[in-house]
């Protein structure tokens, strides 16, 4: 194991009826923003409980942050901060308006040209406004973590800074009662996906993250199916809940060794043909396992064994079983498995792999080994 600090500062207020602790939890004295989506929240009840719960600080609202959330957005926002004055914000909703909020909480007071280095240019952010954060749609992990994801045309770029860290997350499984099955099973393999970027690498004598993991992993493929089968289902809704914040909270992933080319190359699909993120996810991992099965070898056979529990055969057997395992728990989730699924080919493929280059993404992977030649193929391999 290598060594690490850790440190999560996200208080959690998880369950029924807990977005009313967000009275104690922002300080009386602040101006607060609160920011939120397309409406999601105006007709599942959330926002009235915000109401409710803000009744006694002084507070407006910004909304219209999209999914994959626009930078030209995200600037309108900071604009009427830097007038008005707030000093607070709390974002309700999905991944997309928490990491939208993250960013503005960092490009208020940013002092260099624009507020796109913080993404283009990883510029440094010197201070950012406090936030906190209601969570109504469990995938990202974004609510405990310090990073966030901006789009601006093609380009989809992520920064992290634990200065937006959310101060504190609520957590109400109620509340994701109204997603849709897409949106929900998303969240699903959006989450899976996370571990898997911190745990199918390369053995590091890590046993309480591996064994974090695949507990997280396999809590995931039980509840996961229960909810296409049953959007209503409340205590596979809890579970999901928990196990997404659990998959990017940053607990899993401390010293040992991490890969992200899953996200890294699905953020090219997503940016250049507007793939749903969990979706570019369970088209580009299988694809993955398949093209770096000898530097994973140890960790898919592992993952084969204590989460499908697959011990018969060759090792080739197995490794082949359990990427074959992976789709079906992919498909069971209707989620695609391939480009031709959602009718990309090799064109898009070619157009990708542009983007991909222009971005600097030429050493992906845990061992830096994902070099733009195995970017094509693994892309290739998922066609
Ligand atoms: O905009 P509203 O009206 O709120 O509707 C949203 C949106 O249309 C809706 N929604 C959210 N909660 C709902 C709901 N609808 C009904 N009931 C609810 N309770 O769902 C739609 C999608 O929301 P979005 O926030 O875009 O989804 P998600 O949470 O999956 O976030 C995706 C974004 O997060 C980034 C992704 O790249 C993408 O931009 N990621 C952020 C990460 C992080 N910060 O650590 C890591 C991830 O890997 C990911 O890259
Ligand atoms: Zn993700």
């Known amino acids: 194991m290598n060594n690490f600090s850790y440190h999560n500062t996200t208080a959690i207020h998880f369950g029924e009826g807990q977005i009313a602790a967000i009275a104690g939890s922002i300080p009386k004295d602040k101006k607060v923003l609160v920011t939120y989506g397309g409406g999601s929240i105006k007709g599942n009840g959330v926002y009235d409980q915000v109401v409710t719960a803000l009744k006694e600080h002084n507070w407006d609202e910004f909304s219209g942050i999209e999914p994959n959330p626009q930078y030209d957005t995200l600037m309108k926002a900071v604009e009427r901060i830097r007038q008005e004055g707030f000093d607070y914000l709390l974002a309700v909703g999905g991944g997309s308006v928490v990491d939208g909020t993250k960013f503005i909480a960092a490009a208020v007071n940013f002092e260099g040209e624009e507020a796109w280095d913080i993404l283009a240019k990883q510029a440094e952010i010197k201070s950012a406004l ?8 469990p995938a990202t992990g974004s609510e ?15 920064f992290g800074n634990p200065l937006v860290r959310p ?7 109620q509340t994701t009662l109204s997603l849709s099955e897409r949106q929900t099973s998303n969240g699903v393999v959006d989450a899976f996906v996370h571990v898997m970027e911190q745990y199918l690498t390369y053995p590091a004598n890590a046993k309480i993250q591996d064994r974090f993991a695949e507990g997280i992993l396999l809590t995931l493929v039980e509840e996961g199916p229960k909810l296409i089968n049953d959007l209503q289902n409340m205590e596979a809704r809890t579970n999901v809940m928990w196990a997404a914040t659990q998959a990017l909270s940053g607990l899993i992933g401390v010293g040992v060794p991490q890969d992200w080319a899953t996200h890294m190359i699905g953020h090219e699909l997503t940016g250049n043909f507007g793939v749903d993120h969990g979706r570019s996810l369970t088209i580009v991992l299988p694809a993955i396992m398949q093209v770096c099965r000898e530097e994973k070898k140890a960790k898919l056979l592992q993952y084969a064994e204590r989460v499908w ?3 018969e055969g060759s090792e080739d057997e197995r490794i082949d079983a359990v990427i074959e395992q992976t789709k079906q728990f992919f498909s069971a989730m209707n989620t695609p498995v391939s ?3 959602i009718s990309l080919g090799q064109d898009d493929v070619d157009t990708a792999m542009v983007s991909l280059e222009a971005h600097g993404m030429t050493k992906l992977g845990e061992n830096g080994s994902i070099d733009l030649a195995r970017s094509r193929l693994i892309l290739e391999t998922a066609l």
């Open 130 to 137: 406090p936030l906190g954060c209601i969570m109504t749609l």
């Open 144 to 158: 405990t973590n310090a990073g966030a994801v901006v789009t601006r045309g093609t380009n989809k770029l992520a």
């Open 167 to 173: 101060q504190f997350a609520v957590l109400d499984p």
């Open 309 to 311: 529990n697959i011990t």
């Open 339 to 341: 480009l031709t699924e």
